[in-house]
T-cell receptor, first 116, second 111 residues
Framework: DAGITQSPRHKVTETGTPVTLRCHQTENHRYMYWYRQDPGHGLRLIHYSYGVKDTDKGEVSDGYSVSRSKTEDFLLTLESATSSQTSVYFC???????????????FGPGTRLLVL | QKEVEQNSGPLSVPEGAIASLNCTYSDRGSQSFFWYRQYSGKSPELIMFIYSNGDKEDGRFTAQLNKASQYVSLLIRDSQPSDSATYLCARVYNQGGKLIFGQGTELSVKP
């Protein structure tokens, strides 16, 4: 299994509070991704990173920010949590984006977030 | 318009049968695809990827890509109850390694 951990694994928070989720990898992969998974929507990309301090938006980035100060850590912050951000959040990593097997994304165990 | 479409199912097959899972896509951009399996409450795990037209086999799994008809499929031979899961089709979106996922097909293999 790819060495990916996410913390916390479960969190309950209140509307309006900031929340930070952490993704940690031991594979030294350059690319990291944050997805959310909701019933009927599948996995949707929030933000991704293509190197330290290099990040970009995905398809559902509103209300989220990210930071990557080290290769191994990718943080996702909900600036002011809303009930619509209740979801399961997955981090993923990949070795490259140049096609073939290296482009495979490996997923962490996920974080279940409930915003009340 | 969502770029990757899957029938959400559930698809029910008897043990030992062939399960056929399909995924269609809407344009002729990047045509590299991944199939993931996701057990309930777990994270997606890679089954296989395909980017060339035709078939690719790995054990009981065969991925098929038909670029002319814009579909990709996953066949599971000799289906087992342990194959019961949601199967996600994902397509590489332009550059940067971004994946667009279908909504997943739930497969149930009945003993």
């Amino acid at each position: 299994d790819a060495g990916i951990t996410q913390s916390p694994r479960h969190k309950v928070t209140e509307t309006g509070t900031p929340v930070t989720l952490r993704c940690h990898q031991t594979e030294n992969h350059r690319y990291m991704y944050w997805y959310r998974q909701d019933p009927g929507h599948g996995l949707r990309l929030i933000h991704y990173s293509y190197g330290v301090k290099d990040t970009d938006k995905g398809e559902v980035s509103d209300g989220y920010s990210v930071s990557r100060s080290k290769t191994e850590d990718f943080l996702l912050t909900l600036e002011s949590a809303t009930s619509s951000q209740t979801s399961v959040y997955f981090c993923a990593i990949s070795e490259s984006t140049s096609g073939g097997v290296g482009e495979t994304q490996y997923f962490g165990p996920g974080t279940r977030l409930l915003v009340l | 318009q969502k770029e990757v479409e899957q029938n959400s199912g559930p698809l029910s097959v008897p043990e030992g049968a062939i399960a056929s899972l399909n995924c269609t896509y809407s344009d002729r951009g990047s045509q590299s695809f991944f199939w993931y399996r996701q057990y309930s409450g777990k994270s997606p795990e890679l089954i296989m990827f395909i980017y060339s037209n035709g078939d690719k086999e790995d054990g009981r799994f065969t991925a098929q890509l038909n670029k002319a008809s814009q579909y990709v499929s996953l066949l599971i031979r000799d289906s087992q109850p342990s194959d019961s899961a949601t199967y996600l089709c994902a397509r590489v979106y332009n550059q940067g390694g971004k994946l667009i996922f279908g909504q997943g097909t739930e497969l149930s293999v009945k003993p």
